[in-house]
C-alpha cells in the first residue's frame, strides 16, 4: 500500500504541469557563476505560480574512488573546502578524487586527468557507475561516479594542480578503515559517502 501510494505521487499518475523558465541573469561572477531564474509553474487545473530560484552554474563533474583491490586499499584525499569550513568548522576534508569537466572533454577524460592531478596516478581501468545531483535546490551540477582501479603504492604523499592552486595530501587507507570514517561521521563530503557505501553494496568492502 504505501508502495503504491508512493508511486502514484510520481511523475505517471499526476496532473501534467508546464514549466516555464526564463533565461538566465547573472547576479554573480567568481570560480562558478550565479544565475537567478524566474520559474513559472501552471497546472492544468488550478492558477499557476511564478517565484525565483537562484542558482550556482556548476555544471558536469566526476567524482572517482581509485581502489587498489589486490592491497585492500583506497587511494583519498584531504584538502581544505570553504564549505566544510563555514558549516562545521572543520574544513580539512577527507574525499574521493573529484574535479570538473572541461569543456570538450567527456566525463571519463576527466576522470582520468583529475586521478593524475589529485592523487599522482594513472588508472589502470575505470568502470563508469552512475550520476546523481548533488544539490538539485541549489546548483545545476550533475556528478558522474567512476571506480578506477589503482596501485596505490605508488601514491605520492601529496599532488594536485599547481595552476588551480590545489595542495592535496595523498591517504592510502585500508577499505574498512575507510567504512569506519564513514560510519564514526568522520567523512562528511556526500559523493565520498555515496560511493562508499555503493561499495559496500558491491561486496568489496566488508
Same mark, same amino acid.
Given at each position: ?55 550556482? &552554474? ?7 574512488? /581509485? %581502489?587498489?583491490? #589486490?592491497?585492500?586499499? =583506497?587511494? @583519498?584525499? !584531504? ?48 568502470? &563508469? ?7 538539485? /535546490? %541549489?546548483?545545476? #551540477?550533475?556528478?558522474? =561516479?567512476? @571506480?578506477? !582501479? ?57
Amino acid at each position: 500500500m504505501i508502495l503504491r501510494e508512493l508511486v502514484g505521487a510520481g511523475r505517471g499518475d499526476r496532473e501534467p504541469r508546464s514549466i516555464t523558465v526564463s533565461p538566465p541573469q547573472l547576479i554573480g561572477r567568481g570560480y562558478r557563476d550565479y544565475h537567478r531564474f524566474v520559474v513559472t509553474e501552471r497546472p492544468t487545473t488550478e492558477a499557476g505560480t511564478t517565484f525565483e530560484r537562484d542558482v550556482l &552554474r556548476s555544471g558536469r563533474v566526476v567524482g572517482v574512488l /581509485a %581502489l587498489d583491490p #589486490e592491497r585492500d586499499e =583506497l587511494v @583519498l584525499t !584531504r584538502q581544505f573546502r570553504i564549505g566544510g569550513h563555514l558549516a562545521t568548522g572543520r574544513g580539512e576534508m577527507i574525499e574521493i578524487v573529484a574535479g570538473r569537466v572541461d569543456p570538450g572533454e567527456t566525463p571519463e577524460a576527466a576522470a582520468r586527468r583529475e586521478c593524475i592531478e589529485e592523487i599522482g596516478l594513472t588508472p589502470l581501468s575505470m568502470t &563508469r557507475l552512475f550520476d546523481f545531483l548533488p544539490a538539485p /535546490a %541549489l546548483t545545476d #551540477e550533475v556528478m558522474t =561516479l567512476f @571506480l578506477a !582501479r589503482v596501485d596505490a603504492a605508488a601514491a605520492p604523499m601529496r599532488a594536485g594542480a599547481s595552476h588551480e592552486g590545489e595542495d592535496i595530501e595523498v591517504i592510502r587507507c585500508p577499505i574498512s578503515r575507510a567504512i569506519d570514517l564513514m560510519k564514526r561521521n568522520e567523512i562528511q563530503s556526500a559523493p565520498t559517502i555515496i560511493v562508499l557505501q555503493w561499495l559496500q553494496l558491491a561486496s568489496f568492502a566488508p
